[in-house]
């Protein structure tokens, strides 16, 4: 049995924003000279491992943020902690990395650090995740807004307050319109926000699922995963002793998996990016899940085909249930493309493909 399975996703986005600090992340693509909307792999990964934990009702791994105080008493941003433990599901599936202080270690000449390189734990992520992108360069776009915070309509029931420039003291009322008549001013209860990017287009985010790990923590401790005390606690928990291609492993006891399973299958297909301001709310509806063994099945059964045009070039938008991949695809996909094939059932049927998929490996017996 192949051990990976490869999900790609195509979701509609309307005037919304993948929301980030400066507003809608674009990249440039040089073949058709435009900039184009995008959700990092990051942003989808997180927003996949929330739905996990909100299906199963579960907290995610608590994070130590650490500080240091310098010389100088200003506080310094060290690297944050996880726990480091696959008990908690976003570890399990998301994986996590921690730098920990050598034993033994000692400081010498101020800060200079005499110790060896400090102990690193490390898991990879079983999963795989892209940025969630255009289908094609032609088919998304961005687009600009001003937009205005507006009380004006009750000017004596919202307050102003005024400063002079390197000063805390307010101004009082006589003062203020004393300024506005001396220098022919008025002031607003009016803020606008200038150059506000919109996303609008169809999008596809891949997924590869190594099932090899998915389930499985390795007990190596040349490389470790995790530390000898958490061996001796997930031993304590049920979890069962194998092996895998990598080497002697710790695999989750199978109630657990059966739990985890139904609602990683769910959180592929049915995450949200919750992030987004209320004002840019998007359904964001899936309109097609392809799945298979093979990479190159889903990038055919999703696809977009350039159509030459002397004027200007076009895109079309294809789903095709020939390429090779299990191919579900739901009933708003009409909407956008011509498609016979749409049903009600697609995204509860790919999420059956999926658990099945999940569930017919043998994670305790891999090397038989």
Request: glycine letters at 4%; charged letters at 25%; hydrophobic letters at 35%.
């Amino acid at each position: 049995m192949n051990p990976f399975i490869y999900l790609r996703a195509l979701k509609h986005a309307e005037h919304t924003v993948f929301c980030v600090e400066d507003g809608q992340k674009t990249y440039y693509d040089p073949q058709f000279n435009r900039y184009s909307p995008y959700s990092s792999g990051q942003q989808v990964k997180r927003s996949i491992l929330q739905s996990v934990t909100d299906i199963l009702n579960a907290p995610m791994a608590p994070i130590t943020f650490n500080y240091s105080i310098t010389k100088n008493n200003e506080l310094e941003n060290k690297e944050p902690w996880s726990p480091c433990d696959p008990a908690y599901v976003d570890q399990l599936l998301g994986g996590w990395m921690r730098a920990k202080t050598a034993a033994g270690k000692t400081k010498n000449d101020g800060d200079k650090d005499n110790s060896k390189e400090n102990n690193v734990i490390k898991r990879r992520s079983p999963l795989s995740i892209s940025a969630m992108r255009p289908i094609h360069p032609l088919l998304a776009g961005v687009d600009s807004e001003n937009l205005t915070f507006d009380r004006s309509d009750r000017p004596d029931y919202h307050p102003v307050n005024v400063r002079r420039a390197g000063s805390d003291k307010l101004l009082t009322e006589d003062e203020i319109e004393a300024f506005l008549s001396d220098n022919g001013r008025t002031l607003s209860r009016r803020v606008w926000i200038p150059d506000n990017k919109r996303a609008t287009g169809l999008f596809v985010y891949d997924v590869a699922i190594d099932l090899r790990t998915l389930f499985c923590v390795s007990t190596n401790q040349h490389e470790p995963e995790i530390s000898r005390d958490m061996i001796d606690e997930l031993k304590s928990k049920g979890w069962v002793e194998s092996e895998n291609v990598f080497g002697k492993c710790l695999v989750l006891p199978e109630a657990e998996r059966k739990k985890v399973i139904p609602a990683l299958a769910d959180a592929l297909i049915d995450w949200r990016i919750t992030s987004n301001q209320a004002r840019t709310f998007s359904l964001m509806e899936t309109l097609a899940i392809a799945v298979s063994d093979n990479a190159n099945a889903i990038a055919a059964a999703i696809r977009a085909k350039l159509i030459d045009d002397s004027e200007k070039p076009k895109a079309k938008p294809i789903v095709d249930a020939n390429a090779g991949a299990d191919l579900f695809v739901t009933l708003p996909c009409a909407s956008y493309i011509v498609t016979e094939c749409e049903s009600p059932d697609a995204i509860e049927n790919a999420k059956q493909n999926l658990i099945k998929r999940m569930s017919d490996f043998d994670y305790e017996n891999q090397n038989c």
